[in-house]
């Protein structure tokens, strides 16, 4: 199928709930400008279908290709083990029927252990009508298109067709493949054709391939359906089953081929390696897919790759297309990926999107019913559309590779712009090593019932900022770091003092009684952030239990509530952060020890030995906070009688404390082993002056001061 190159700007309409002041948005960004060398490596933002495959080379497929004389078609009668034939393009030698010249055949009848052979230098198509036909072969394929311009298979109105190969081909078989074609492929017609790949793959083309055959059914060893340049499904019923991968296109030396294309039809995939794998990429505009790899989300992934939509360079899905995934491993796998349209329902046991680079969800719907992280990718824009997904670990993260994971990621984020995002995660909800920034739509969060201050339903290792829309977030912990307060939308957060159960009605409200909010609880709760345009920093609001809500939920927010017998819990200050790490995350370097005094034996401060006059410190470790199981900690560092340019901390514990979580520190562990260094912005420390670092961790038992060393540069 070809497209032509239409340039449709995107409308994206933020959702307005109730009265909760959720902004419309309307995002006239001009769509992604691609590289002139195809595929979709220069992805800028959420790309189309049609932007996809404009910049990728057209098919072969013309509608000068399916208009024929039926009464010029030579007729070819297969007999059982030989064949017969009038046409002088036919040659029958045994049980192999060779087709040399140009033109239409149409075939019948059945031939066992045979095939058919086309091969001619000649310009122009050969197209095979198969009408009934059933071809077997015992050592090799039984229909091969070894030379040709351009061949067809046409399956005749109403026909049934079968193909089946060896399971073993004789040495040096030019063919690889049950149906193969060293030339562009069309497979079309009203009938039905079922290939059976006994050796390898079922279907196999070393050029392009195009399919809206009514019915197509193959069966493989290896590979459903294979092609080098590209493979186009424009209609259809196509059904898969295979030992590798379901549909598969190869070429890796032209960023323009190498290329999936669901235009139309219904695709079937089961397969026990990557439902749709492409070099570049997979485009999918229209028709449903249906994919289960590696015997489904309830089975761990493994070394092989397992996913369902998989590419080099881009997934791009659009339009009407339907995606329903059942995988292993990732359900969509891509350097990028790009959702302006379409249905997508995916469960994993590994993740629900995964990209390396940008995942752009700008329209259409994306539902992950089952993950261990749902969507993750280094930027994840939200601009449009509904998201919904369930995660056992993080459920939307944003991950730059290469550097700690306690750091600051200067290039990884997450934006939602508009549309609606509902999370429900086991851990993080939206989590980020770089920022989170909310600036539209609505996003509900139902984050973790346990775990520590350093898992919450929103968790940003850089800023935290509100600057529109509607944001509600919950869990034992609502925030591991508190939003900004400058440049941006009001926000309230409450600690609350004991645990909200599951189907708590909860409201917050002006102290007259005006309801801001109002949320049924999907789980237990301790703690809720809150962000919209009816807040105002500053001001005083309540937090209140009972009551009743209606209307449409989304998330277990609700567009509607009554606080007719409600009870208020407690009072909080819009722009005051409490809960999570503390105030600040990470907190911010004080020119000053700031340790706080804890029933926690601390340890005596042992500083490295130096002579006056060389650079030195000391570092004291203080326990600030413990949990079952957790506990948060901090290092003052003095500098010694000279100023200093940098420091490293190091010490050992001994009562089986581990870290999993640090600021203000680059730190890493080697063992019980704790190895801590300055960071950009407080290693310089003038003679005498102090800095600190925090942590978080998992403990048992009774903690026992370390012993620290540090050392100076």
Excluded at 330 to 359: C, E, P, R
Aim: aromatic letters at 4%; charged letters at 10%.
């Amino acid at each position: 199928m070809r497209w032509s190159r239409t340039v449709v700007p995107l409308a994206v309409v933020g959702l307005t709930v109730g009265g909760w002041g959720a902004n419309a948005l309307a995002d006239t960004r001009s769509t992604a400008e691609v590289g002139a060398t195809g595929g979709a490596s220069t992805l800028a933002t959420a790309l189309t279908p049609q932007e996809a495959m404009a910049n990728n080379a057209p098919d072969h497929d013309t509608p000068a290709d399916r208009q024929w004389d039926a009464a010029g078609q030579a007729e070819v009668l297969l007999t059982g083990s030989s064949a017969t034939s009038s046409s002088p393009g036919v040659t029958v030698s045994g049980g192999t029927v060779t087709i040399g010249r140009t033109g239409t055949y149409r075939f019948s009848g059945t031939l066992n252990n045979g095939a058919i052979v086309v091969n001619t230098t000649q310009t122009g198509m050969v197209r095979l009508v198969l009408d009934g036909v059933s071809v077997s072969n015992s050592t090799s394929a039984p229909l091969q298109i070894l030379a040709a311009e351009e061949a067809m298979v046409v399956l005749a109105d109403g026909s049934e067709n079968r193909l089946s190969d060896a399971s073993q081909y004789a040495t040096g078989d030019q063919a690889d493949a049950a149906l193969f074609s060293r030339a562009d492929l069309t497979l079309t017609g009203a009938g039905s054709l079922t290939v059976t790949g006994n050796a390898s793959d079922a279907i196999g083309v070393k050029a392009g391939l195009v399919t809206d055959a009514a019915s197509l059914t193959v069966h493989a060893a290896d590979d459903g359906i294979r092609a080098k340049e590209y493979l186009v499904v424009d209609g259809g019923t196509t059904t898969v089953e295979a030992t590798g991968d379901g549909l598969k296109a190869t070429d890796d030396g032209d960023a323009t081929r190498g290329y999936v294309s669901v235009a139309s039809g219904t695709v079937s995939i089961t397969s026990g390696q990557d439902a749709a794998s492409a070099a570049t990429d997979v485009v999918l505009s229209g028709g449903t897919l249906t994919a289960k790899t590696g015997g489904g989300s309830g089975r761990s992934p493994g070394e092989t790759s397992i996913k369902g939509l998989k590419s080099d360079v881009s997934v791009v899905v659009g339009g009407t297309a339907q995606v329903n995934a059942n995988c292993s491993d990732d359900a969509i796998n891509s350097a990028q990926v790009s959702i302006t349209g379409g249905t997508l329902t995916l469960a994993t046991n590994d993740d629900g999107i995964h990209a390396d680079n940008t995942l752009d969800i700008a329209q259409g719907t994306v539902t992950v019913t089952t993950s261990f992280e749902a969507l993750e990718s280094l930027k994840i824009t939200v601009s449009g559309g509904k998201v919904d997904v369930v995660s056992r670990d993080d459920a939307i993260n944003a991950v730059e590779d290469g550097l700690n994971e306690f750091a600051v990621a200067p290039n990884a984020g997450i934006t939602v712009s508009g549309g609606t995002v509902v999370v429900n995660s086991t851990v993080d909800g939206l989590d980020s090593n770089g920022k989170v920034t909310v600036s539209g739509g609505t996003v509900v969060v139902n984050g973790p019932t346990v775990g520590s201050p350093g898992e919450g339903a929103l968790d940003a290792n850089g800023a935290l900022s509100f600057t529109g829309g509607v944001l509600l977030a919950s869990g034992t912990y609502a925030s591991t770091s508190a939003p900004a307060t400058t440049g941006g939308q009001g926000w309230i957060s409450a600690s609350l003092s004991s645990t909200l159960a599951a189907g708590t009605v909860v409201h917050l409200a002006k102290t007259d009684g005006t309801r801001l909010v109002s949320l049924r609880t999907s789980k237990s709760i301790k703690a809720i952030i809150f962000s919209s345009a009816q807040v105002t920093q500053g001001q005083t609001y309540a937090v209140r239990t009972g009551g009743s809500v209606s209307g449409t939920a989304v998330g277990g927010l609700y567009a509607a509530g009554d606080l007719s017998g409600s009870t208020q819990l407690m009072t909080v200050t819009a722009g005051k952060h409490s809960g999570g790490m503390g105030p600040v995350w990470p907190p911010a370097p004080t020119p000053t020890p700031t340790p706080t005094p804890t029933p926690t034996p601390t340890p005596t401060p042992t500083p490295t030995p130096s002579v006056p006059g060389d650079k030195s410190c000391t570092a004291v470790h203080t326990v600030v906070n413990t949990w079952s199981g957790g506990f948060q900690g901090q290092v003052a560092v003095t500098a010694g009688s000279v100023s200093i340019n940098g420091w490293t901390v190091t010490w050992t514990y001994t009562d089986g404390r581990k870290i999993t979580q640090s600021w203000n520190a680059s730190l890493t562990t080697s063992g019980s082993t704790v190895k801590a260094q300055n960071v950009s912005h407080n290693g310089a420390l003038a003679a005498g002056a102090t800095t600190s670092f925090g942590f978080t961790g998992t403990q048992t038992g009774t903690d026992v001061p370390p012993s620290l060393s540090c050392t100076a540069s």
